[in-house]
């Protein structure tokens, strides 16, 4: 349920303004006239028509894979995500294999808040089709989701290469460059843009938000760079957004809300702008109107968990707990399958200690996603904090083996030793204390090592870890504990002689 409006900005000009190898039915380019129906012709369908149409289709014919890829993009298009991606994924099953079916499974998995599997897709995509603008752009959006600067800039560069007199490879290079903080950099960058297209909404937009993210906060020449758009486009609702949090950083909110309050008049069917009005008052400490928000927005959109899902991360986040948990299962009593849901739901169970019912909420992720990395990791957590080890060591080696990740194995170290596996305990905790980040050491691994191998009575090999572990913890309970095992284990070795 995270906010991901501005990043999908990207996607919805880039699925709007390019064709893919193979494009799908797409409406006339604005500003063209429309043809004029005849007795002999019919005017081109709307979208929707061509929903119900390819839906039929594909009812009195599952096989065909034309009707369900084009059907699936054009679901996607019309923010249908969930039920676009299932049919693009039948197509994939039914052979097709080109960059239009993987860029929108890519788009519909961004859209749904996955983004690592929306990499994936994109990446295939890619492959199919590496110069393709839309392609490019949002493999660059989604890796910076990630976290994978490097990746992003590295597609970016390529993107300028290939495209040095097109704007959106500057574009994304500066998205990049606001990401680590390179507010010159990204400006230079998207002045590049601006001299290719003076009138390119994204560059503007990009460049007023530098200076919202800026040190020395601009929020009136972010103001301006948002109101040229808006000047042209009065509807533009990514400008609009850009501009009521410019005027939320301002302090000014009633101008934020109203603001705001355009963009839910634009778009009456997405719940999205009314909560950013609650979550707006929420951000000012203004916790009454909040409330008043979210509930407006669960009357306006009854059948939407998201009013009471983002009620219920600030209730957490407030450590109120129990009210979290209620909005949570209001939220799942709307949509019970949302994995997202079911995850936060989890994860504040367990940390009150209600360990069944975090249970049953990552159990049924796993029901769906059987390998999702996360949801087995922490149903694992959930095994250990009950005492039961077989079924936590079962859990955390799956998670291993799905994700090769630190904490997976660290859990599974941890199964091993309350076992009294020990020799696989310590290799759990060698290989763990062998890939160590220099930068950010982890010294609760060499106490667990000196643990195991005082265990296991190697005393050498004991006091080496409890003596790493204090090079990083030299305080506090567990170094008193490491200090007294050196003296009691040195002790043993003297009199061994």
């Given amino acids: 349920m995270r906010r991901l409006r501005f990043a999908l900005f990207f996607c919805a000009v880039l699925i709007a303004s390019i064709a893919l190898t193979r494009p799908a039915a797409q409406g006339r380019p604005h500003g063209t006239p429309a043809p004029s129906p005849s007795p002999s012709t019919s005017p081109t369908p709307t979208p929707q028509e061509r929903i119900a149409t390819l839906t039929q289709t594909v009812r009195d014919n599952p096989n065909d894979r034309g009707a369900r890829e084009e059907l699936g993009v054009l679901l996607v298009q019309t923010n249908q995500a969930t039920e676009g991606r299932g049919q693009l994924e039948n197509a994939v ?17 961004r859209q749904l808040g996955d983004a690592p599997d929306s990499v994936n897709a994109l990446e295939r995509a890619e492959n199919l089709d590496p110069a393709n603008q839309a392609v490019l752009s949002n493999l660059t959006d989604t890796y ?15 993107a300028i290469q290939l495209h040095p007199k097109d704007a959106f490879g500057y574009e994304a290079l500066a998205a990049v460059q606001l ?15 601006l001299a290719i297209d003076p009138k390119d909404a994204r560059a503007r937009i990009l460049l007023g938000r530098s200076y919202l993210g800026d040190p020395k906060s601009n ?18 609702v990514d400008a609009l957004a850009a501009k009521a949090d410019a005027l939320g950083q301002k302090n000014d909110v009633a101008g934020a809300v109203a603001v705001l309050g355009q963009i839910v008049k634009l778009e009456p069917d997405r719940v999205e702008p009314e909560d950013n009005i609650a979550t707006l008052y929420l951000s000012k400490n203004m916790t009454s109107q909040a409330r008043a928000a979210f509930a407006q927005a669960i009357k306006d959109h009854p059948k939407s968990p998201e009013p009471y899902a983002v009620q219920a991360e600030y209730d957490a986040k407030r450590r109120s707990f129990a009210d979290a948990a209620k909005e949570f299962e209001a939220a799942l009593a709307i949509d019970p399958t949302n994995p997202r849901l079911l995850f936060d739901y989890g994860r504040l169970q367990l ?22 990395p996360e949801a087995t990791f922490w149903l694992a957590e959930t095994y250990a904090a009950e005492n039961q080890w077989p079924q936590a060591r079962d859990q955390y080696r799956h998670a291993f083996q799905v994700s090769h990740g630190y904490q997976a194995l660290f859990g599974l170290g941890v199964a091993f030793y309350h076992l009294n596996d020990l020799k696989s305990a310590r290799d759990a905790f060698v290989a763990l204390a062998a890939h160590q980040d220099r930068n950010h050491p982890d010294g609760q691994v060499w106490f667990a090592l000196g643990e195991t191998e005082r265990r296991l009575g190697a005393r050498k090999a004991a006091i080496l870890a409890y003596k790493r572990f204090l090079a990083y913890v030299p305080s506090g309970a567990a170094a008193d504990k490491a200090r007294g095992y050196i003296k009691q284990l040195s002790g043993q070795a003297r009199r061994s002689r």
């Fill in 351 to 372: 940390l009150v200690k209600q360990n069944f019912k975090a249970q049953d909420a990552f159990s049924k992720i796993l029901r769906q996603q059987p390998n999702d």
């Fill in 144 to 158: 910076l989701q990630l976290g994978r600067n490097q990746d992003a800039k590295r597609v970016a560069n390529r």
């Fill in 179 to 193: 990401e680590e903080g390179k507010l010159s950099d990204a400006r230079r960058s998207l002045q590049q843009a």
């Fill in 93 to 109: 099953r039914l052979g097709a294999d080109d960059a239009q079916v993987w860029f929108f499974i890519g788009v519909a998995d």
């Fill in 219 to 236: 929020p009136d020449q972010a103001i301006a760079q948002f109101d040229s758009i808006l000047a042209s486009d009065p509807k533009n």
